[in-house]
């Protein structure tokens, strides 16, 4: 296994992204070098990115509170109407689209998070619906950052592996092989065979 370095030293965005990285590790690295540490994993990675290009992304400055609208608005900014993911705003869109029970989605919290950090006041509840609907990019869930999950999935999806009885502990060892190290960090049966003696080992 190829040991994943520091991240003090590392030299480059392109060999940073040979490795696997954890969200708290990510937000510690930031944390490090003094910029943002907020937002999702997608968020904290190309924050790291413009660290590399020479760029510091600072935290978003917290605006002051302001009066919110009380009344819910299609053309309202989300900024201006006290916009939350509560049962008050959860019903509203159940009304709007007709969803019964509605439930917020990961592009919908993406957008919001978004919003919040670039103060975004021309985003309204119009465009969250939109986005809701599927006719709107303004924000999308990075689904990469599941990359276990997958690996997990996939490794349980080939019945070549069905003779591990503890199928969990079996890809936990493969993917502790391929997460600290620059392999591309998905499944395969490649990956079983290499590994055969210490899978087997620990599964008994």
Same mark, same amino acid.
């Given at each position: 296994?190829?040991?994943?370095?520091? @991240?003090?030293?590392?030299?480059?965005?392109?060999?940073?992204? *040979?490795?696997?990285?954890?969200?708290?590790?990510?937000?510690?690295?930031?944390?490090?070098?003094?910029?943002?540490?907020?937002?999702?994993?997608?968020?904290?990675?190309?924050?790291?990115?413009?660290?590399?290009?020479?760029?510091?992304?600072?935290?978003?400055?917290?605006?002051?509170?302001?009066?919110?609208?009380?009344?819910?608005?299609?053309?309202?900014?989300?900024?201006?109407?006290?916009?939350?993911?509560?049962?008050?705003? +959860?019903?509203?869109?159940?009304?709007?689209?007709?969803?019964?029970? @509605?439930?917020?989605?990961?592009?919908?919290?993406?957008?919001?998070?978004?919003?919040?950090?670039?103060?975004?006041?021309?985003?309204?509840? =119009?465009?969250?619906?939109?986005?809701?609907?599927?006719?709107?990019?303004?924000? !999308?869930?990075?689904?990469?950052?599941?990359?276990?999950?997958?690996?997990? *999935?996939?490794?349980? /999806?080939?019945? +070549?592996?069905?003779?591990?009885?503890?199928?969990?502990?079996? /890809?936990?060892?493969?993917? *502790? =092989?391929? +997460?600290?190290?620059?392999?591309?960090?998905?499944?395969?049966?490649?990956?079983? !065979? /290499?590994?055969?003696?210490?899978?087997?080992?620990?599964?008994?």
């Amino acid at each position: 296994m190829e040991n994943r370095p520091d @991240f003090g030293d590392i030299k480059s965005f392109d060999e940073f992204m *040979k490795y696997y990285w954890y969200r708290k590790e990510l937000e510690q690295i930031c944390r490090d070098l003094g910029i943002n540490h907020s937002g999702t994993k997608q968020e904290l990675i190309a924050y790291i990115q413009e660290y590399f290009n020479g760029n510091l992304i600072s935290g978003p400055k917290r605006a002051k509170p302001g009066k919110a609208t009380k009344e819910i608005s299609r053309d309202c900014p989300l900024l201006d109407c006290g916009f939350s993911f509560n049962a008050r705003f +959860r019903a509203y869109f159940q009304e709007q689209t007709g969803v019964e029970p @509605f439930k917020f989605t990961a592009d919908m919290a993406t957008a919001w998070r978004k919003v919040k950090q670039e103060q975004d006041h021309t985003f309204t509840v =119009q465009d969250m619906l939109d986005l809701y609907a599927g006719n709107s990019d303004y924000a !999308k869930y990075d689904h990469s950052c599941c990359q276990w999950n997958q690996f997990l *999935k996939d490794f349980c /999806a080939d019945e +070549r592996n069905q003779n591990f009885q503890n199928k969990m502990k079996a /890809a936990s060892i493969l993917w *502790k =092989q391929v +997460r600290g190290s620059s392999k591309p960090k998905v499944y395969s049966y490649e990956l079983v !065979k /290499a590994y055969w003696d210490e899978i087997c080992g620990y599964t008994e």
